[in-house]
């Protein structure tokens, strides 16, 4: 990952961070949840970016030290399928992460979505002169 698409995920994450304290500040909730879930998936990509650096980062530092086309030595018994098994565990939770921020995106944009309704049923209420109406109703 260069240096733009890490400094575009912080952005991400930054304004998510503002959305979401303006939100609050405004008592708009949606704007508020999706500054929040914007955020949590900022922070994601920030936290994926930097495993993958340090994941790539060891690998150079590998060869330098032992030279190319030689192992390591194992530092205690089945030390590669415990690294492989941290290595899974952490992606599935990385997809869980990933998963919620996607589920809480969705939430927003139905809460801006029913914000946005309300606010057209009493726009359309106010010109017309007639009761809003209840939605679902």
């Known amino acids: 990952m260069g240096f733009f698409g890490e400094a575009k995920h912080k952005v991400e994450e930054v304004v998510g961070r503002i959305e979401e304290t303006l939100g609050g500040a405004f008592g708009n909730s949606a704007m508020q949840a999706s500054g929040h879930a914007h ?10 970016d930097e495993a993958r650096e340090k994941q790539h980062s060891d690998a150079p530092e590998h060869q330098a030290a032992t030279g190319p086309g030689t192992t390591a030595p194992a530092t205690g018994p089945g030390t590669a399928a415990a690294q ?6 952490q992606h599935r939770e990385q997809e869980q992460r990933m998963d919620d921020v996607d589920r809480r995106i969705d939430e927003a944009k139905r809460a801006q979505d029913a914000v946005a309704d309300s606010g057209e049923q009493l726009r359309h209420a106010g010109s017309t002169g007639a009761a809003p109406t209840e939605p679902g109703a």
């Open 39 to 48: 955020a949590e998936h900022g922070e994601a990509l920030v936290e994926e």
């Open 84 to 89: 492989e098994d941290d290595a899974a565990r």
